[in-house]
């Protein structure tokens, strides 16, 4: 087990590694010379390269990847062009309303898909299998910013139950999700985004508990006398590791892929952040998110990967 | 005397017997379905919206450019306005008709070109193993550290909007999965009987991997691809939404959600017409994918 665990976190280090190196290129694919931006039209060329040595941009871009490393590994991120504030403080700052409505989203997901897909599964091929896999298929085809557009006209606009956009007067500080003046602000949020992975949970546990339904052992557990719900019970048991590694991996596409439907309720989150570092073409700012989230991602991986093994004792023998 | 023939068939297999009594791997996939009526339906519906995209300049009933200041935001079946005009009076279905050649183009051509050059690595990777199959492998696990979405937005948010950064962008997002599934199914083969026989007569590493490699991978991966269409034209709409696609005046899906978001208040209904256009897309994509999954019995 932590002989696992142990090479588990030391293949991690070389994909971290990775990508730091594909965020520093970001910088280097995005068009335009940033200096230019920098210098007033009149500047001469010397200025130029005066401005470049001072920025450190003149040297070769393996050493300005390590001194860029470096910084990072302190926790500095630049400056975003836009705000002129640091990086680090504004996406850390809106991570939280990022991860807090994606691990609301994933739950509710996870906790519906396992009951949808156990009741497909029971009558395979029925009426209830059928409309669940359609509930399953249009998870999985609607682009998240529609929805959240059909959801706003509906409860904001039509019935007027819920607010449209933002997080309320008081925005991100002092936000409390126990209280419902400030939660209702997060309700269409976290349905737009719990509806994907709700699709991809529910297609996963349908297939894969079919399969095991049709196994040997669950006529034997039928021949031994259990009810319905008993031989229910280990066949969900059986697919609780691979659902837990699937709940984990939906929650890191959550983050990552939350840029859209927060851009949608202007939600201040990670998301919102990206949206406004394109429009501004704020690169630092997009490096600094990116960088955040994929890190994030990948150590999401890593905890999953270790509790999988935790659940399964199967894993850790391949 | 068909009896007989049937007899002589099945008694003395000669060499045509095989091809003309079993059904080849095609015509199976075929027979499994021409019952499924769902996936036959959303093919149907797919060459629907692929001939309604490229013939749309015969079949737009007005210019999908031409905006009326006195017609704006009309409702759906406003006079002569089937599914009403836009924020700018622009008529809805013609710009929606001319929409789905840049939806499309963007759903098909990404996958296309990852397909071919995921395809090529996967398929290198998984033949030639060892520190060939690390160097790539490991590259792309690189890759799955980003969530797609975060990938495109990143890749598209650094090179800025334009079609031809989206089309780039996709691609380099859709190589990783297919090269990922390319290479399981490789390696698979590679240690099947038939690659040993024909390494043993002699048949160079080029015709190995052309004539029983490839054919051997090919269903997998196309099923695959097919599953990734859908994504692509998710994803696509999403970047033109976060305004990383056509610029303004082409009419495409995403950024027409896009600009029309400001109108919910006002039409409702038609604001919502282009979301429905990529989701009646995606879906047929994603019933087509499930269908040929089944009848091409692939288990990926």
């Given at each position: 087990m932590w002989l696992y665990a142990l090479r588990r976190i030391i293949l991690t280090i070389p994909i971290l590694f990775g990508v730091t190196v594909i965020c520093f290129a970001l910088v280097q694919i995005a068009p335009g010379d940033p200096i230019q931006n920098l210098?007033?039209?009149?500047?001469s060329q010397a200025d130029a390269e005066r401005l470049r040595a001072a920025y450190g941009l003149d040297k070769p871009l393996p050493v300005q990847y390590v001194i860029w490393l470096g910084k990072v590994l302190v926790g500095d991120m630049g400056m975003s062009i836009?705000?002129?504030?640091?990086?680090t403080g504004e996406v850390l700052r809106a991570f939280m309303n990022t991860i807090v409505i994606a691990m609301i989203a994933v739950v509710i997901a996870f906790v519906l898909s396992t009951i949808f897909g156990v009741a497909a599964a029971y009558r395979s091929g029925g009426l209830v299998d059928k409309a669940i896999t359609a509930v399953a298929v249009f998870g999985i085809s609607v682009p998240t910013f529609w929805l959240g557009v059909i959801l706003v006209i509906i409860f904001?606009?039509?019935?007027?139950?819920?607010?449209?956009?933002?997080?309320?007067?008081?925005?991100?500080?002092?936000?409390?999700?126990?209280?419902w003046s400030d939660f209702r602000f997060a309700v269409m949020p976290i349905i737009a985004l719990a509806l994907p992975p709700l699709g991809i949970m529910t297609r996963t546990t349908r297939s894969s508990l079919s399969e095991i339904l049709n196994q040997d052992f669950v006529q034997t557990l039928r021949a031994k006398g259990l009810t319905e719900t008993e031989v229910m019970i280990h066949a969900v048991r059986n697919i609780m590791p691979a659902a837990v590694a699937m709940l984990g991996l939906q929650l890191g596409y959550l983050i990552g892929g939350s840029v859209l439907v927060e851009t949608v309720f202007t939600w201040p989150g990670t998301g919102y952040l990206l949206n406004k570092a394109i429009l501004t073409r704020d690169i630092p700012l997009l490096q600094g998110t990116i960088l955040v989230l994929a890190t994030a991602f990948v150590l999401i991986n890593l905890v999953v990967d270790l509790a999988q093994s935790l659940i399964d004792p199967r894993i850790k023998r391949s | 005397m068909t009896d007989a023939v049937a007899n002589s068939l099945a008694v003395a297999p000669s060499q045509s017997a095989p091809t003309a009594r079993v059904r080849s791997y095609w015509g199976g996939v075929w027979q499994r379905l021409r019952y499924d009526y769902v996936t036959l339906f959303c093919i149907a519906l797919i060459i629907l919206i692929v001939l309604s995209a490229v013939f749309a300049p015969w079949l737009a009933?007005?210019?999908?450019?031409?905006?009326?200041m006195a017609n704006?935001?009309?409702?759906?079946?406003?006079k002569q306005f089937l599914l009403g005009t836009d924020e700018q009076g622009r008529d809805m279905l013609s710009r929606l008709l001319y929409g789905g050649r840049v939806s499309l183009l963007m759903g098909i051509v990404p996958v296309i070109l990852a397909t071919v050059i995921g395809g090529l690595f996967g398929v290198v990777a998984g033949y030639y193993g060892r520190k060939v199959n690390m160097g790539i492998m490991r590259t792309m696990d690189i890759f799955f550290a980003f969530p797609s979405v975060l990938l495109a937005v990143a890749i598209s948010g650094s090179l800025g909007g334009g079609i031809t950064n989206q089309m780039l962008t996709l691609t380099v997002v859709l190589i990783p999965p297919i090269c990922r599934v390319a290479e399981t199914a490789t390696s698979q083969v590679r240690n099947m009987d038939f690659v040993d026989a024909a390494r043993a007569t002699g048949a160079s590493t080029t015709s190995i991997l052309f004539t029983h490699v490839l054919i051997n991978v090919m269903s997998p991966v196309l099923v695959y691809a097919s599953t990734l269409v859908s994504i692509s034209i998710i994803l696509a709409s999403g970047l033109s939404f976060l305004?990383?696609?056509?610029?303004?005046?082409t009419a495409d899906w995403g950024l027409m959600l896009s600009t029309l978001r400001q109108s919910i208040y006002v039409q409702p209904l038609v604001s919502a017409i282009p979301g429905v256009a990529i989701l009646v897309t995606s879906i047929a994509f994603n019933l087509v994918s499930d269908g040929l999954r089944q009848a091409m019995d692939v288990k990926a």
């Open positions: 210098l007033s039209p009149t500047a836009a705000n002129n504030t640091p990086v904001a606009v039509n019935l007027s139950w819920l607010p449209a956009t933002g997080m309320g007067a008081g925005g991100s500080k002092g936000f409390d999700y126990l209280s | 009933p007005f210019d999908p450019y031409k905006s009326s704006r935001l009309r409702p759906i079946g406003y305004g990383l696609g056509v610029s303004p005046p």
